[in-house]
């Protein structure tokens, strides 16, 4: 019998699917082989997107248009994400895996450029949206979730999402990495598999843009404090807003919470992105985490849909403004009641919350 690898160690495999896109193998045994090769038929992949400036808001916005044929909620046995067998091939070759992080086929940002996009208006820059788009399978059970995988294995995927943060952060055209899951039908998954994604942006979304701005006049006022790392200590003080917390990790709601249900898990050590954790709080990442995901399915005794995202600094500016940490949210406000963004919010951008963030904490602690 081959022992299991140390929970620092991973295997990782990289090969290539059958029209050239990239497939990565990480494992937790030593004695895996990844040598099934992608034996479909497929077509090239698509070309890169194309950017659009808008002037009015001073945002890049992506049409790809490939996308509208991407695949849609298929039946278990024609899931992409499932392991191959012999009456079915899929983006896995391989007939059972751990995790595997592939590119999208069909991404919002590659690096397969084929023109250069022609001038729309003096005012409306077109530039090639340059980038990586990639998909990251949590496991080969299609009908787990990311609740029930056992902290091993919340490792493994924080180890892989530290490599790609680095690999993809090397890419010359990216200025940030971007990694995220989607759970339900209800935020507009088109898969069930568990799976997350990771985008490489070929510019800083406004989001990223917005807490920048923010961090950096915080750092001007305070002789360069920084101000995750303030706002976190405050919640850690107050306490009444605190869900749970370890030696390393802390999840809380925010003071200024824009959904129903929102909490930022953040390491107690300012740190600009995953590579950058120590192998002590990786490990202590992933109870705290799975604690909080089961706290989230049993507000209402359902799955909950949400969306976890984690903001990492920018790859080459403002990186000591930055402070990693994790955003989990969701859309729903009560068992049978959903937050749609509606007037204020989509046109607007000004959120309005239905339920206070002190009531949200309280009601996750006691579940």
């Not at 896109?21 to 937790?28: A, G, K, M, N």
């Not at 890049?60 to 278990?76: I, M, N």
């Not at 007037?343 to 602690?365: H, K, Q, T, W, Y």
Request: proline share 10%.
């Amino acid at each position: 019998m081959v022992d299991q690898l140390p929970v620092s160690a991973m295997r990782r495999t990289a090969i290539r699917l059958a029209d050239g896109r990239e497939l990565i193998y990480f494992d937790e045994r030593d004695d895996v082989v990844r040598d099934q090769p992608d034996r479909r038929d497929l077509p090239p992949p698509p070309p890169a997107s194309q950017l659009r400036y808008d002037p009015l808001t001073d945002e890049w916005v992506a049409l790809a248009v490939h996308r509208q044929t991407r695949t849609f909620l298929p039946p278990v046995d024609q899931c992409p994400l499932c392991p191959s067998t012999e009456q079915r091939l899929s983006e896995i070759p391989a007939p059972d895996y751990a995790v595997a992080v592939f590119e999208n086929r069909f991404p919002a940002f590659s690096q397969r450029v084929v023109d250069e996009p022609a001038e729309i208006t003096p005012l409306t820059e077109v530039r090639p949206g340059r980038g990586r788009c990639e998909v990251v399978c949590f496991t080969a059970d299609h009908h787990a979730s990311f609740a029930g995988l056992p902290p091993r294995r919340v490792r493994t995927v924080l180890d892989a999402l530290a490599d790609r943060t680095a690999v993809l952060g090397e890419l010359p055209e990216v200025e940030q990495v971007f990694c995220f899951e989607n759970r339900g039908v209800e935020i507009g998954v088109t898969l069930h598999h568990p799976h997350g994604q990771i985008y490489a942006y070929p510019f800083l979304p406004p989001r990223t843009r917005a807490l920048l701005a923010a961090a950096r006049r915080h750092a001007e006022r305070t002789g360069g404090r920084n101000l995750y790392a303030d706002v976190l200590a405050a919640e850690r003080a107050a306490g009444e807003r605190v869900v749970a917390t370890n030696e390393h990790w802390t999840a809380y709601v925010p003071a200024a919470a824009r959904w129903p249900f929102e909490v930022h898990v953040a390491p107690h050590r300012p740190v600009p992105d995953i590579p950058a954790l120590t192998e002590a709080e990786r490990d202590a990442f992933g109870p705290l985490y799975l604690d909080l995901l089961r706290r989230f399915d049993g507000l209402f005794d359902t799955p909950m849909p949400y969306i976890a995202a984690w903001h990492q600094a920018p790859v080459r500016v403002d990186r000591e403004l930055g402070h990693l940490h994790l955003q989990l949210f969701s859309i729903r406000r009560a068992a049978d009641k959903l937050k749609y963004l509606a007037g204020s919010e989509s046109a607007m951008g000004v959120f309005i919350n239905d339920i206070a963030p002190e009531r949200a904490a309280a009601l996750l602690r006691a579940t």
